[in-house]
């Protein structure tokens, strides 16, 4: 299948390690040029010199705090300036802390907001104006628990559910500039962000990390987590031009884990 990716420009965030990372290496491999980003320089460095040895696409990099209105318009303007366009758009941004309702403060809600939704809106208005007219593809990055609540994680269920609806309602607004927007979810996905919240859950309930993740595994069809390249992959297809009519959706990628229809 041609994916039509070959000297697209796309810009990936959160894209230093997991599941941005996995992205934005897929795309370097179909031969796209990619800006990634993340709050730290060294591991951006590291990353665009893997990518740049081993594929033939573009990879250029910018250190940006996602919460941060001035520092996202500078990283859209650095791509611009760099590859002359945007025409891919992936939002993604580190999971929020875990915890229960009665842990959260102002403050907990607050920064949560600005990184794992408000950034969602910053980076589409930024990027539409290069968009508009030639078309282009957006996926927000949520999660599963936009179908299915996940324990111990409130604010994640909270906001990227925020993501669901603005994916929605994007999709019919900007249908007339020939952009496609989805929301992919990730399930039970092998990341650090994963390992993190099977640790503070193995920590809660008194046991070992082994035994979350087997009883995890046993809520899962497939039996197994998945592979952030799998991940990527799906995401992949929905930036292509293999994706030419699908738009507004949410797309759960979790081994079939989540139950719901």
Excluded at 151 to 162: A, Q, V
Excluded at 183 to 194: F, L, S
Excluded at 197 to 224: F, N, T, Y
Aim: include cysteine; charge should be neutral; proline fraction near 4%.
């Amino acid at each position: 299948m041609e994916l039509g990716l070959k000297g697209k420009v796309a810009l990936v965030a959160a894209s230093s390690q997991g599941l941005g990372r996995a992205i934005a290496e897929e795309l370097a491999k179909e031969g796209a040029h990619v800006m990634i980003t993340s709050r730290n320089p060294d591991k951006l460095h590291k990353v665009k010199e893997e990518l740049s040895e081993k594929y033939s696409g573009l990879v250029e990099y910018k250190a940006c705090d996602l919460s941060n209105a001035d520092e996202i318009n500078q990283l859209v303007q650095e791509t611009v300036k760099r590859f002359g366009t945007i025409d891919l758009l992936v939002n993604n941004a580190g999971g929020p802390p875990s915890g229960l309702f009665e842990q959260m403060s102002d403050e907990d809600w607050q920064k949560s907001f600005e990184l794992n939704l408000l950034s969602h809106v910053r980076l589409i208005r930024s990027v539409i104006p290069y968009m508009r007219g030639k078309g282009g593809k957006i996926v927000n990055i949520a999660s599963s628990s936009v179908k299915e609540p996940i324990p111990g994680l409130i604010l994640s269920n909270t906001f990227r559910l925020g993501i669901v609806g603005l994916t929605k309602t994007l999709a019919s607004e900007l249908a007339p500039y020939k952009i496609l927007i989805n929301t992919a979810a990730p399930g039970r996905i092998a990341t650090d962000r994963v390992a993190s919240l099977d640790q503070a859950a193995a920590d809660r309930q008194g046991i070992s990390v082994s035994e979350v993740e087997e009883e995890a595994k046993r809520k899962i069809p497939s039996g197994r987590y998945g592979k952030p390249s799998e991940f990527a992959a799906y995401v992949l297809f929905l930036l292509s031009d293999a994706n030419s009519y699908m738009t507004g959706q949410t797309h759960l990628i979790d081994g079939g884990m989540v139950k719901s229809v």
